[in-house]
């Protein structure tokens, strides 16, 4: 007997389920599409809010009653200083720097650039650099003809980008803190509601991602960045006890390169071939094979019992993490790599448990 047409059927069970996630999916796609220019900013505060919490946390504790607004303040605005004196650092010795490159660029074109004396001591290539060398450095004719093919049009274009993306990273600066203040605010509030959505999303696994994914933050800020500096601060001794130019500068160079592995090397390396071309080939020895020497320690024994023993990682995941995460996020997978690999790892483990055997009917 065939069903009559006129009948309703009944709806499906899961059909009202269906269309509330697929509304709540497409309603978070659309905020993250419109949020998209912003997303960096809110992820490095995020992650500056991990790292500076558990210092917040101990000053709540202390003076609960300006956890509310003056603690925020506080810690805000020591994060923006921690980023702002370097840069201004940098800007002030790239304006006393500027002089010297316009008074040099002048004698060039005037008199011309003679060959340095190390150039022909070089075993490979010596005598091929010092006649390119002759060819477009020496004549002053030669420097004026290279300085016009950099037409003024063309410099000025590089100088409007230029200003457009600094503009652009300080907008983002300036919301990264903002965000900041509001995380540092509201943050137990935030966190208890990131662990309920975590818990309703993974199930009982939910809280304990979380909560590896922060220990991840933590471990690699401290084997990241603080060992990071401390390269910088040990190298910068070395270059002013070398003679190397700017040390101070070369050394706050070599801590923001050290954050990142293996690159530490191309700048320590570099400043050892200065030494090199000084004529104090001693000296710049000394240096690279110190800089090796610290870099060494440092990624295989420092790093690894910092950010391995946060996370509970092994050393290989952890520098996949964050050689992955710096090739698809830049500078922000740095950390988002190893709290990505520390989540996988854990739902890994949660996955692959051994479940205990029901009893058998008898």
């Known amino acids: 007997m065939r069903p009559d047409p006129a009948t309703p059927r009944p709806a499906l069970a899961g059909g009202p389920a269906i269309a509330r996630i697929a509304l709540a999916a497409g309603l978070v796609l659309l905020g993250l599409w419109t949020l998209h220019g912003f997303l960096p900013a809110l992820a490095w505060a995020v992650i ?21 607004l003056l603690l925020p303040i506080i810690f805000t605005g020591a994060i923006a200083l921690l980023f702002l004196l370097p840069l201004g650092l940098l800007a002030v010795q790239a304006g006393r720097e500027a002089g010297g490159l ?13 060959p340095p004396a190390w150039l022909t001591k070089l075993p490979l290539g010596g005598a091929a650099l010092r006649h390119w ?16 093919r950099l037409r003024q049009s063309e410099l000025l274009g590089m100088g409007r980008e230029l ?31 990131a662990r309920r959505a ?47 130019p700017h040390p101070t500068l070369l050394g706050a160079v070599t801590g923001l390169a050290a954050i990142i592995p293996f690159a530490a090397p191309v700048v320590f390396g570099g400043a050892a071939l200065v030494l090199f071309a000084q004529g104090a080939a001693t000296a710049g020895l000394a240096v ?8 060494f320690v440092a990624d295989h024994a420092v790093r690894p019992a910092l950010i391995g023993g946060a996370t509970r990682l092994p050393f290989l995941l952890v520098l996949l993490g964050i050689l992955g995460g710096v090739e698809s996020w830049g500078l922000l997978g740095l950390f988002l790599g190893p709290a990505l690999m520390a989540a996988l790892a854990l739902l890994w483990q949660e996955w ?9 009917p008898g």
């Open 48 to 68: 500056l809010a991990i790292a500076a919490w558990p210092g917040f946390a101990r000053a709540g504790r202390r003076w609960p009653a300006q956890r509310r």
């Open 102 to 114: 316009l008074h040099w660029l002048q004698e060039a074109q005037q008199s011309g650039l003679p």
């Open 133 to 148: 060398w002759q060819q477009n450095l020496a004549d002053p004719e030669a420097v004026a003809g290279l300085l016009a």
């Open 163 to 193: 200003g457009a993306s600094l503009l652009h990273r300080a907008i983002l600066f300036g919301f990264t803190i903002l965000t900041l203040f509001f995380l540092f605010r509201d943050g137990e509030t935030l966190a208890a509601q």
């Open 198 to 244: 975590s818990a309703r999303l993974l199930g009982p696994a939910g809280e304990r991602v979380a909560r590896q994914m922060m220990a991840s933050v933590h471990g690699t800020v401290d084997g990241l960045v603080l060992v990071g500096l401390g390269e910088g601060l040990l190298l910068g001794i070395a270059y002013a006890l070398a003679g190397v």
């Open 288 to 295: 690279f094979l110190f800089g090796m020497v610290v870099v």
């Open 352 to 360: 692959t448990a051994p479940r205990p055997e029901a009893p058998r």
